[in-house]
């Protein structure tokens, strides 16, 4: 099936995944971020993001953000690694998640953001960091629910990662998604798989990780009892650019 976006020309399509999860996350640390989460959620749709914390993120944490769900479709950045600051030029915490995104992508961004936390979900979104100057680089973000300390699923724990290690894009840039995977969850079934189990469980993080000053994602958030389990899943949902 097609369809045309309101905020972009391009066509978008829109199909049906198999039922045994996403395509594999490609960057090990997404992989490790993702695999964390599972362990953390267990047989629940989503954990607390107070069960988070800076031994368990270790040096992950400069390329992580966590967005609140503050109203209908409307997601802001409640903290973000020093990595992510750097990378987009400014100071990203009270801005509109959004703002890390080119204009003609909001709306497939926005739409990945809406069923993270309304399913729930787990989002993988891929495409080109594209900086002033026109180079581009390669991405790859994972999008994992949360819940705040009132048991709602309202935040989002995502991690942001280049995916072309020998090539660099000068700050500051944008991101501009050329695919973008849903996978619902099924807290019945137990956490859902993108990928095997790494053969290096600790890619790269030290026995006693060194955290930037401003990257061990504070909050406000409190733990609190357990929801009721998630409602039905819906199907899987991919959207793939067409260029």
């Not at 629940?44 to 479709?73: M, N, Q, T, Y």
């Not at 979900?121 to 300390?149: C, H, T």
């Amino acid at each position: 099936m097609w369809v045309v976006s309101n905020a972009d020309e391009r066509r978008i399509m829109v199909g049906h995944m198999s039922e045994n999860g996403t395509a594999a996350l490609k960057h090990p640390d997404a992989a490790s971020l993702h695999e964390m989460w599972s362990v953390l959620r267990g047989p629940r749709p989503a954990p607390f993001r107070a069960e988070l914390d800076a031994e368990r993120i270790g040096a992950k944490a400069p390329f992580l953000a966590i967005f609140e769900h503050v109203g209908p479709s409307n997601f802001r950045v409640r903290i973000a690694g020093d990595r992510l600051n750097r990378w987009f030029g400014m100071e990203l915490r009270g801005m509109s998640v959004l703002a890390m995104v080119e204009g003609p992508a909001r709306n497939h961004m926005q739409a990945a953001l809406n069923r993270v936390v309304a399913d729930p979900s787990v989002g993988v979104v891929r495409g080109r960091a594209r900086a002033l100057d026109g180079r581009s680089q390669a991405f790859e973000m994972v999008l994992l629910p949360m819940r705040s300390d009132f048991g709602r699923i309202d935040r989002v724990l995502a991690g942001v990662w280049m995916l072309d290690s020998h090539g660099s894009v000068a700050a500051p840039f944008l991101l501009d998604a050329d695919e973008i995977h849903v996978c619902p969850i099924d807290a019945g079934e137990g956490p859902v798989t993108l990928t095997d189990r790494p053969s290096d469980p600790g890619f790269g993080e030290s026995p006693t990780p060194q955290m930037a000053p401003d990257a061990d994602l504070p909050d406000a958030d409190l733990p609190g009892p357990a929801a009721p389990s998630a409602r039905g899943v819906r199907g899987h949902l991919r959207l793939v650019k067409n260029s």
